[in-house]
């Protein structure tokens, strides 16, 4: 049963994004990915758990062969992002000389993607570009370009299609936002 108001954790959630803008948003960015790597191998770097549904649904319509790994960084509690420092983990590829997109569930403040790219910096990729879900420009302090942006959004806390609330509510295939 599809229903537009949701309850987790004794907050409620409203319907932000329907699949069908998810499905269509998902498309345009991998129409442009295809176009901008046509005939080169990408190595897709998926950042777990967030970035799983995202990843699942856009890599499917990437064409040709490429490499897709899965990697960690360390995450937060709740709806405050840490500020602490977080660690790279499970990257086992050599990405030396490659074409990197990392793919993530959202960029907030940007401290966490700009955390990545800066461990990442050390192993010398040929490029690095950034393709997140969701975009919050009212919130973004970085001073990185974050080329591929599924979704730009306000402030307010999302969840749904792999995004949680204390690992809730990653299964929900719309977004939802805080109420
Ligand atoms: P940043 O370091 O502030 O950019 O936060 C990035 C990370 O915080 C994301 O990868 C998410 O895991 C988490 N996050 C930030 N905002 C939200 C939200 O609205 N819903 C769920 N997770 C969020
Ligand atoms: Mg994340």
Do not use: W
């Amino acid at each position: 049963m599809d229903t537009d108001i949701l309850e987790i954790e004794g907050l409620r959630f409203a319907k932000a994004v329907s699949a069908e803008q998810i499905d269509k948003m998902t498309s345009r960015l991998a129409e442009r990915i295809n176009q901008d790597y046509a005939g080169r191998e990408v190595v897709f770097l998926v950042v777990l758990n967030g970035a799983f549904m995202f990843a699942s649904d856009l890599l499917k319509k990437i064409e040709g062969v490429h490499t897709v790994c899965f990697i960690k960084v360390s995450t937060y509690q709740g709806m405050q992002s840490s500020g602490e420092y977080s660690e790279v983990i499970g990257l086992s590829e050599n990405i030396e000389g490659r074409d990197v997109v990392i793919i993530e569930d959202i960029v907030d403040s940007g401290f966490t993607m700009k955390e990545m790219l800066n461990s990442l910096k050390e192993k010398n990729a040929s490029s690095i570009e950034v393709c997140t879900l969701v975009f919050k420009p009212d919130n973004f302090k970085g001073d990185y370009d974050v080329k591929y942006k599924g979704l730009n959004m306000g402030a307010e806390f999302i969840v749904g299609y792999g995004l949680d609330l204390n690992q809730k509510g990653r299964n929900l295939k719309e977004i939802y936002k805080k109420i």
